[in-house]
Nanobody, 117 residues
Framework: QVQLVESGGGLVQPGGSLRLSCVAS????????MGWYRQAPGKQRELVAR???????NYAESVKGRFTISRDNAKKTVFLQMSSLKPEDTAVYYC???????????WGQGTQVTVSS
C-alpha cells in the first residue's frame, strides 16, 4: 500500500501561482509513476501532468507552458508548480502514484484549487 498526502491548494486570483505537494509513504518505489489529476464540478477526472521514474513528463494541452511537474525521489514527493492560473483551472487536484510493475494505482484525498477574483 501507498499513502499519499497532498498540500498547497487554496484560493488564488487569476494570473497567480500555487505549488502543490504530495508526499508518499508506505510501499513506494522510485520506479513509480507520479502524477496529478483534477476534477471540476460536473466533469470527469482528467490527467494534468505525469512524471516518470527517469524524469520524463507529459502534460495536458490546457496546462502546457503554465504548469511544471517535478519529483524528489529521496523525499518521495511530487510537486506541481502552477502559474498563470485561470478560472478554468478551478478543481480538486488529486495526487496519483502508479506502480509500473504491479499496475496498482493509488490516490490522495484531493486538495481544492480555486481561481477567482
Amino acid at each position: 500500500q501507498v499513502q499519499l498526502v497532498e498540500s498547497g491548494g487554496g484560493l488564488v486570483q487569476p494570473g497567480g501561482s500555487l505549488r502543490l505537494s504530495c508526499v508518499a509513504s508506505g510501499n513506494f518505489f522510485s520506479r513509480n509513476y507520479m502524477g496529478w489529476y483534477r476534477q471540476a464540478p460536473g466533469k470527469q477526472r482528467e490527467l494534468v501532468a505525469r512524471i516518470f521514474s527517469g524524469g520524463s513528463t507529459n502534460y495536458a494541452e490546457s496546462v502546457k507552458g503554465r504548469f511544471t511537474i517535478s519529483r524528489d525521489n529521496a523525499k518521495k514527493t511530487v510537486f506541481l508548480q502552477m502559474s498563470s492560473l485561470k478560472p478554468e483551472d478551478t478543481a480538486v487536484y488529486y495526487c496519483n502514484v502508479e506502480d509500473p510493475y504491479t499496475r496498482r494505482t493509488y490516490w490522495g484525498q484531493g486538495t481544492q484549487v480555486t481561481v477567482s477574483s
